[in-house]
């Protein structure tokens, strides 16, 4: 019990270092800079982490643009945007203008039962396209955001295969109203212990909930 005690005092005694792979894949610079959030990878894993926040061993400190700072004890690890990151995708086929028949077989939800461990996983290998190929813009309405809406979305990823399509306006999550780009990333966090994903969009107009049940 001693010698186990020592060896996890030693370990954390040891100055912590940046990871030599980390890589930052993109920022969301908020007007409220506690807001603002950062997609970090290492070790092929990708995490989306908020200022103050704990990841690969370092806490964020600092977000901009082109890059972020990292804490690892007294030590700090400025992080640039990857090269390939934020590459613009080829421009989408425009989406015929629905009917008003189209508009009215809008589904009022959908359902979604998915493994965790397999959302976890489509989501760390899928980071890349998802952020190159998925473009967010904010919807306002008298000057305020009321939502997000999706301009262009990776096609066979696991956010098109939830129910998200390109031209819907995510308005809510989990009751949490979206009211900007850093809120709508802020939630990944707040989320990962959470069984049931729900998301309300407007699709042609119309309100639709997407649920993801998580097994």
Do not use: C, H
């Not at 704990?54 to 004890?73: C, K």
């Not at 203008?97 to 039962?113: D, L, Y």
């Not at 998915?114 to 967010?136: G, K, S």
Request: no cysteine.
């Amino acid at each position: 019990m001693f010698l186990a005690s020592l060896f996890a005092f030693l370990l954390t005694a040891l100055p912590a270092a940046a990871p030599p792979d980390l890589a930052l894949k993109g920022s969301v610079v908020a007007r409220d800079e506690a807001a603002s959030v950062a997609v970090l990878s290492s070790g092929g894993r990708t995490r989306i982490v908020a200022m103050g926040e704990n990841a690969f061993g370092g806490q964020l400190v600092s977000v901009a643009s082109d890059s972020v700072v990292l804490a690892f004890g007294e030590e700090r690890a400025t992080v640039r945007l990857s090269p390939t990151a934020g590459k613009p995708a080829p421009r989408p086929t425009p989406s015929p203008t629905p009917t008003r028949a189209a508009v009215a077989s809008v589904p009022a939800a959908t359902s979604v039962s998915l493994p965790r461990a397999d959302v976890d996983r489509r989501v760390a290998l899928e980071m890349d396209r998802i952020l190159a190929e998925t473009a967010l813009a904010p919807v306002t309405e008298g000057g305020r955001v009321t939502g997000v809406a999706v301009r262009r979305l990776a096609a066979g990823t696991v956010l098109s295969d939830v129910g998200l399509r390109v031209g819907d306006v995510i308005t809510e999550i989990n009751g949490t109203q979206i009211d900007g780009l850093a809120t709508l990333m802020g939630l990944y966090g707040r989320l990962q212990g959470e069984k049931l994903l729900d998301a309300t969009v407007l699709r042609d107009g119309q309100p639709v909930s997407l649920k993801l049940n998580l097994e």
